[in-house]
């Protein structure tokens, strides 16, 4: 009877060792962190422990900016671009002629952008904008 007492608390000991692994998964810790700067967008990637750079063009001004998870996302005057900690890399979208950006967002491994022609949705994990286009009434 003594042992059952014994092998419980061994059991208890050793699976509050992995429970933490199990509750606070991957997606839901940030990766990233995201510096805006006049001339350039940085980005850190604490999976890769390093800072990957995105140049502006001159002119070119950030309007939005958003980050989360494994994802940055922002919008300036010219382009969308998002950001992967999975790839370490910068990914644009260029703005069409007259193309107004309503609003972007970052959570998890998911980025969006939705203009008023569009729907942007940009997955982490690969590392690839996919693109929707409004039909007419939608």
Do not use: C
């Amino acid at each position: 009877m003594h042992y059952k007492y014994i092998s419980l608390l061994f059991f208890i000991f050793f699976a509050t060792l992995f429970i933490p692994a199990a509750i606070f998964a991957e997606d839901d810790i940030n990766e990233v962190f995201l510096l805006e700067k006049s001339d350039k967008l940085l980005a850190f990637s604490s999976r890769e422990n390093n800072w990957f750079e995105q140049r502006l063009r001159p002119g070119e001004i950030v309007v939005k900016s958003k980050y989360d998870g494994n994802v940055a996302v922002v919008s300036t005057s010219l382009r969308i671009f998002a950001f992967s900690a999975y790839t370490g890399r910068w990914v644009e979208e260029k703005l069409r002629i007259k193309e107004i950006v309503a609003g972007i967002d970052a959570n998890g491994n998911v980025g969006t952008a939705i203009t008023d022609i569009r729907a942007l949705g940009f997955s982490a994990r690969t590392g690839v904008w996919v693109e929707k286009q409004f039909g007419i009434g939608d």
